[in-house]
């Protein structure tokens, strides 16, 4: 009997995202401008596929070749033939919509693989029975033969991304271990080079291991290039190893990319638009950071566009270690009656920075009001879709520049909509407040998380000329009564320093903020809430806090001792801080279920949240952002590393509570979008069920132009590095 947690049951929740009227308001020049964006991005998400794992791209590829040419109405007939009852050939359908929703087959949130929930030889049946099988039989076979093992493998290091012995990773060979990544950071720090959009791979050579850094980019030749200045490419040696710097990582694709983009720009808005495209076609052609940064600072300048978008390597989750971005790329229409709600907030962030809890020299000198608006996603190419983002992620451009936030208004409306039967953890009383106010209470909390929580707090730097960003003989940590005695150095960043923990630390810090500012009657009346209801919002928001924190014990492995996804373990993290506030402000106890199973209840007095809740998080957000400000890694890790901690001893046995959390997990719902295309001159929206069998369709029809060519390039790609994941 295969453990749950590495199927998605056939009852998953699958919402289309709906973005009509968004689209339908646009003008023809808008709607092109989507259009081309919207092929850039898709494309550029197929290269997810070849940064999660050895198998995705060619699971993608057998599962398009089979759906390109029957309709999941035809299919269940085959199906049928075949011997596979109505439940499997579901599984079948919502294993494929899995694959195509995550882009790979491990899980966007949680990193855990997922398998078929049907058995092997049921779904051998049906691929040989399909008509692409029947028309290109060796073909076939061989996709086939060279995926379905690793479709079903749960082998103890397969079973999650890790690095090394902790799992599967196709960001590292995988002969690297943690001690690769440390050196290879420490290279490219040498040589101030981003890791966001490289992997590396590791070789013997005559006995001395060399190690490759490739670069993603259309361009192959490692030499400088019409339109570069210089490259960064070459032979070095490096702490007595040897490193080589090469272009051409998903080639292909980032020539595809790069095509949509100069088509996108004939029909940009305004000069930003025009140079943001310009910069990060070069970008993607060359492997350049720098000219991502520069695109990154034409899209700050760009306020208020009715099209929103960003594209790139972005989020560096999903690296075991930390610093390397996986592709996303996004389009969506600026919904104008929730960004004024956002628009207040950043007017009010002035004076709701000084109320945070560290010191007013560890917040940035100036606060750079950056845009923020609530859209309606017409496109989100990656892994998953979140609720709220702020970018860039260039700690040099947040820290001087500015940034943008953004709230996903279609992906909340239907990602947070809980049915009461299936609400977990929570007493019955408590539960008709929760349905009526997770949304509202969850659109403060992203409104302050993404705004106020990653758009705050100081970095300490010393640059490469010596010159300090404050006055080191005069700021005192308030945590030690001490001058300041640690800072960033050179090219040094937040991710490099913090590595492994950077991700989940950030997120916790931004959490804490929203907990804390959500207590402010001025932000809550932003957002319309006033009175009782104002006390009800900031209640569910804590209670949904504490609830997640439990919930997020689905997300750790006991046997290597680590967490597989940031924001639940960021979430568990304040759990442990609540609960230890004490004073009975959280209660979490076992119970047993009325279908006689082991459960959980999570309880959280109001009355002590503006006092001991408030005082807790004021403590320790002020301790996450000294340890983060002054690069002091040891403090932060000794800190978040302790809270992060799961045991079966003292207070609350977690991982007795980790058991009764998988026992009742309801799997993450996975979204259904649209297409567009050009029809004369116009721009089409092509919609689809909010169904496996919807989700699907509009994966094979999103690349039907060129649909034989792209998987070929797929294959070869990954066909190309196949012998270096063993």
């Not at 210089?230 to 595809?256: A, H, Q, T």
């Not at 592709?327 to 969506?332: D, Q």
């Not at 960033?488 to 989940?504: L, M, N, P, Q, V």
């Not at 050009?678 to 919609?687: H, N, T, W, Y």
Request: charged letters at 25%; a negative charge.
């Amino acid at each position: 009997m295969v453990d749950s947690q590495y199927y998605l049951p056939n009852d998953i929740g699958i919402s289309a995202l709906d973005c009509r009227e968004a689209f339908r308001l646009l003008s023809p020049q808008e709607k092109m401008y989507a259009h081309y964006l919207s092929r850039a991005a898709w494309y550029g998400g197929l290269v997810v596929l070849l940064q999660t794992s050895p198998e995705s791209a060619n699971i993608f590829v057998l599962l398009q070749k089979i759906f390109r040419k029957q309709t999941d109405e035809e299919l269940e007939q085959v199906a049928k033939a075949a011997g596979l009852s109505s439940d499997e050939y579901q599984a079948f359908l919502v294993y494929a919509a899995g694959l195509y929703a995550n882009m790979g087959n491990y899980k966007s949130f949680g990193d855990t693989k997922f398998i078929p929930n049907l058995p092997k030889d049921k779904l051998e049946a049906l691929v040989r029975a399909s008509q692409a099988f029947q028309e290109n039989p060796a073909e076939m076979e061989a996709l086939w033969s060279s995926s379905s093992g690793l479709i079903y493998s749960l082998e103890d290091r397969q079973k999650q991304l890790g690095l090394g012995d902790k799992g599967i990773t196709t960001y590292f060979s995988g002969n690297c271990c943690l001690e690769d990544a440390e050196l290879a950071q420490r290279f490219l720090d040498s040589k101030k080079l981003s890791a966001y959009n490289t992997r590396l791979f590791k070789r013997d050579n005559g006995g001395k291991p060399s190690y490759e850094v490739r670069l993603a980019s259309a361009v192959q030749k490692d030499c400088a290039v019409d339109g570069e200045s210089g490259s960064s490419c070459g032979s070095f040696n490096f702490e007595d190893k040897e490193f080589i710097v090469k272009r051409g990582d998903y080639s292909p694709l980032m020539e595809k990319v790069c095509h949509y983009l100069q088509q996108a720009q004939a029909y940009a808005a305004n000069e930003n638009q025009k140079k943001m495209l310009e910069e990060y076609r070069r970008s993607f052609e060359f492997g350049s950071i720098e000219a991502h940064k520069e695109g990154s600072r034409f899209w700050i300048k760009d306020k208020g566009p009715i099209v929103e978008s960003y594209i790139g390597f972005i989020e560096s989750y999903r690296d075991p270690f930390g610093s390397r971005g996986e592709f996303e790329g996004f389009v969506a229409v600026v919904n104008k009656a929730m960004s004024e709600r956002f628009a207040k907030l950043v007017s009010s962030a002035e004076v709701l920075l000084p109320e945070l809890p560290w010191p007013q020299e560890f917040e940035k000198d100036t606060f750079l009001k950056p845009d923020f608006t609530s859209l309606d996603v017409l496109t989100f190419a990656g892994s998953g879709i979140p609720a709220g983002i702020n970018i860039p992620n260039y700690d040099d451009i947040r820290q001087s520049e500015g940034f943008k936030n953004v709230s996903l208004g279609n992906v909340l409306a239907v990602a947070y909509a809980t049915q009461k039967d299936k609400l977990t953890f929570l007493e019955e009383k408590d539960k008709d407040l929760f349905i009526k106010w997770k949304g509202p209470s969850f659109e403060v909390q992203v409104g302050l998380h993404e705004l106020l929580g990653h758009g705050s707090g100081k970095l300490f730097v010393q640059d490469d000329g010596g010159k300090f960003n404050f006055d080191q003989s005069k700021v005192v940590n308030p945590e030690t009564g001490e001058r300041v005695s640690s800072w960033y150095r050179g090219s040094e960043t937040w991710d490099s320093k913090f590595s492994t923990i950077a991700s989940t630390y950030e997120e916790c810090r931004a959490e804490c903020v929203g907990l804390y500012l959500c207590l402010n009657k001025q932000v809550l009346s932003i957002f319309g809430h006033d009175a009782q209801d104002a006390e009800d919002v900031v209640y569910v928001n804590w209670l949904s806090m504490v609830r997640a924190g439990l919930l997020g014990l689905e997300f750790y492995t006991p046997e290597s001792k680590s967490w597989r996804q940031a924001h639940m373990q960021a979430r568990f993290v304040i759990l442990r801080v609540l609960l230890e506030a004490g004073e009975g402000l959280v209660g979490l106890e076992e119970v047993t279920g009325q279908d006689g199973k082991p459960d959980a209840r999570v309880t959280l007095d109001r009355s002590k949240i503006n006092t001991v809740g408030k005082n807790a998080i004021h403590r320790f957000l002020c301790k996450l952002q000294v340890f983060k400000s002054t690069a002091d890694v040891e403090g932060g890790r000794a800190l978040y590393e302790g809270y992060s901690a799961v045991g079966d001893t003292g207070a609350h046995n977690f991982l007795r509570l980790r058991e009764t959390v998988l026992l009742r997990k309801e799997a993450r719902k996975m979204f259904v979008q649209a297409n567009t295309r050009i029809s004369g001159e116009s721009v089409e929206l092509v919609e689809y069920e909010g169904s496996a069998a919807g989700l699907i369709r509009s994966f094979t029809e999103r690349f039907q132009d060129d649909a034989e060519h792209l998987e070929v390039t797929l294959l070869d790609l990954n066909k190309t590095d196949a012998s270096c994941w063993c």
